[in-house]
């Protein structure tokens, strides 16, 4: 499964953040505390260079407690200001504000010094699709001002939110970035919903997730649907298993495995699993290494290759 998906509009709401990140002081980044690094930006860290970063691990209800502190402690390692979030209950809500103001004081102080008396804090809020960007605003705010929704890519222009004298935020379309790198990352950003599932195979992309489970934390499949496989079965015969357990079937007596692994996908997504985290930094470190070794191998295949040509021409 090649996962690619850039719509136009996303194309257009980087244009915008470009034109208008020079407005604000601190970029403030919603990450999903499941996938903290599949589901941050890379584009960001070039857009929002020289400006006041704070990342939100938004979500952390849903991910591994444990795991969402080593994950915190990684971004503050890299000059990060870091808030563990639920936006749905609102937990964390106030320390968002303290930390923007802790990062402009000496900034506010140069500027009063100088006479500038009404000195506001701008930031510009930015998060991929469905990582719960609207959820926080609305929270935060303490009223609707932004659309929500349970499917990505529901915000579609900016808009300037003004929540007291001194403080602005600036609204952003959630987007994700032109190619994924390593397609682990779009998987991972599929499991949790961040790519709209009406453009991916819901059987597929469950036997994906199962796949990486059964690496990672196997026990929480057999616990919620009482089956028992090892790590010699095939994915695709657990989501038989659990399509049985639930007693899913179509005509003929045949599992429906398509409701079996639309369940499983919405009760990851739910938290009813338990408190998953599909990556660490380790897990970054990995990546990162496989995919220089796979850029070696094909800068040698083309090398190979013009050298075969190069052969026959002679």
Same mark, same amino acid.
């Given at each position: 499964?090649? %996962? ?65 502190? @080593? ?18 209950? =609102? ?7 303290? !930390? ?43 009223k609707v001002t932004a659309k929500t929704g349970d499917k990505p890519g529901v915000t579609r222009g900016k808009q300037w ?42 059987? !597929?992309?469950? @036997? ?38 639930? =007693?899913? $079937? ?12 639309? %369940? ?9 699993? =338990? ?36 052969? $026959?021409?002679?």
């Amino acid at each position: 499964m090649n %996962i690619q998906w850039y719509p136009g509009h996303m194309t257009k709401t980087r244009r915008m953040m470009q034109e208008t990140i020079s407005l604000v002081d601190i970029v403030i980044e919603l990450v999903d505390a499941r996938i903290p690094y599949s589901s941050k930006n890379p584009d960001l860290d070039v857009l929002a260079k020289n400006k006041h970063r704070i990342i939100l691990l938004n979500k952390s209800d849903l991910a591994d407690p444990a795991a969402t502190a @080593v994950w915190e402690e990684y971004f503050v390692a890299k000059g990060f200001r870091v808030i563990q979030m639920n936006a749905v209950r =609102g937990k964390g809500m106030g320390e968002v504000t303290d !930390t923007a103001r802790d990062l402009m004081k000496e900034k506010i102080e140069k500027l009063r010094a100088r006479g500038r008396i009404n000195v506001p804090t701008r930031s510009m809020i930015v998060g991929i699709p469905n990582v719960g960007k609207s959820t926080f605003i609305n929270k935060y705010v303490g009223k609707v001002t932004a659309k929500t929704g349970d499917k990505p890519g529901v915000t579609r222009g900016k808009q300037w939110i003004k929540l007291k004298k001194d403080f602005e935020l600036l609204d952003t379309p959630g987007i994700l970035w032109p190619k994924f790198e390593d397609q682990e990352v779009g998987m991972k950003l599929a499991f949790t919903g961040a790519i709209n599932d009406d453009i991916l195979d819901a059987q !597929t992309l469950a @036997v994906k997730f199962i796949d990486h489970m059964m690496v990672r934390n196997s026990n929480c499949i057999k616990e919620r649907y009482q089956i028992e496989f090892d790590s010699i079965d095939e994915p695709y015969d657990v989501l038989v298993q659990i399509a049985k357990a639930r =007693g899913f $079937k179509l005509k003929g007596d045949e599992p429906d495995l398509e409701r079996a692994a639309k %369940i499983l996908l919405d009760e990851f997504r739910g938290g009813k699993l =338990g408190r998953l985290t599909l990556e660490l930094p380790e897990d970054i470190v990995e990546m990162h290494q496989e995919m220089e070794e796979k850029k070696r191998e094909k800068v040698q295949a083309n090398r190979e290759r013009k050298r075969t040509f190069k052969g $026959k021409k002679n």
